[in-house]
């Protein structure tokens, strides 16, 4: 397995961060960004999965999905270490307990179930939460793109 440290320095990780108005329509846009960002990768079915549920949480859940809202995605993926992904809302009062939250079948279910690890950041009210989906070391992607 390739150490993690030996893949920054070889410049092979790659990262993406947009923000998206806070409403239920651009979250097809958000799937769109996130499939061609990773490419086919083998973490990117269960990325775009949770991303979206993420970002339905934040739109229904917070002050994302009011008028003028915002969710801002962003994305670190080392090809044959990990994906991970932050989604931060726009903020609410959720106290952040994912494992309390985490009922079958939504989304937060979803994440406790396939994520290799999740958590939640406090920054003022907004919060983001985070998962990391680890992948074979010998796993290969497509071609780069740039995305903007």
Excluded: K
């Amino acid at each position: 397995m390739r150490d993690r440290t030996t893949l920054v320095q070889q410049g092979l990780v790659r990262t993406w961060q947009q923000t998206f108005p806070g409403t239920p329509d651009r979250l097809r846009q958000v799937r769109a960004a996130l499939r061609t960002f990773l490419d086919g990768c083998p973490a990117t079915d269960d990325s775009v999965l949770l991303v979206s549920e993420l970002c339905a949480n934040a739109v229904g859940h917070s002050a994302s999905g009011g008028p003028g809202g915002t969710l801002t995605i962003r994305i670190r993926h080392a090809p044959g270490g990990h994906v991970r992904a932050e989604v931060e809302d726009a903020g609410s009062d959720w106290d952040g307990d994912i494992a309390s939250s985490a009922s079958h079948p939504h989304g937060l279910y979803l994440l406790v179930a396939l994520a290799d690890a999740y958590g939640t950041d406090g920054t003022g009210h907004a919060r983001i939460v985070w998962f990391r989906l680890d992948e074979p070391a010998d796993s290969t992607c497509g071609g780069r793109r740039e995305m903007r």
